[in-house]
């Protein structure tokens, strides 16, 4: 009778051990890949895309009705030399943006990364925008523009440092 007890007992240690060694190996192999520097390089490819692809639309969009907010979420979406720029809008570039009674909306039809320097947390975006104007008794009207855009990351996020039209013959 001892000999039937020492068994299911054995069984039940090299079960625990088997279980035990198991978890330890998916947990080291869970770690690893977590921190491995393809998936953090991943997820900043990831995120610098989906956050370029915002701010281009963005930048691509101003309604003449709220001009303040709209300039006001350029500059808030924008750093460096490009926030510098935006900052600068006078109050003659208002006043024609006023005027002209237009209401842009710009979507981004396709983006993608050309480089990603995850160190120095900058990116550059190449992007294809449908920009829509309309304007109150006027057809709207659509157009296509490519952009190539400077990203940065900041403690807010990734802003937009440069966004630059390019010619429709560029490559």
């Known amino acids: 009778m001892a000999g039937k007890v020492k068994r299911p007992l054995r069984a039940a240690v090299a079960a625990v051990v088997v279980t035990a060694a198991f978890a330890a190996w998916a ?22 895309l989906s956050s370029g692809r915002q701010l281009v639309a963005l930048l691509c969009t101003l309604d003449y009705h709220q001009l303040d907010q709209g300039l006001a979420q350029w500059l808030d979406a924008s750093t460096g030399p490009l926030h510098d720029r935006l900052a600068h809008t006078d109050e003659a570039t208002k006043k024609t943006l006023t005027q002209d009674a237009t209401v842009s909306t710009g979507k981004v039809l396709d983006a993608a990364l050309s ?11 190449l992007a294809s925008v449908e920009i829509t104007a309309l304007k109150e008794g006027v057809a709207p009207a659509t157009k296509r523009n490519r952009f ?3 990203l940065t990351r900041t403690d807010g996020g990734w802003k937009l440092s440069a966004l630059d039209e390019l010619p429709v013959g560029a490559r």
């Open 148 to 150: 190539a855009a400077g």
């Open 27 to 48: 947990g080291i192999g869970w770690y690893r890949t977590a921190n491995s520097e393809t998936l953090t390089y991943g997820t900043a490819r990831d995120e610098a």
């Open 115 to 125: 480089e990603l320097d995850e160190h120095a947390g900058t990116a550059k975006l």
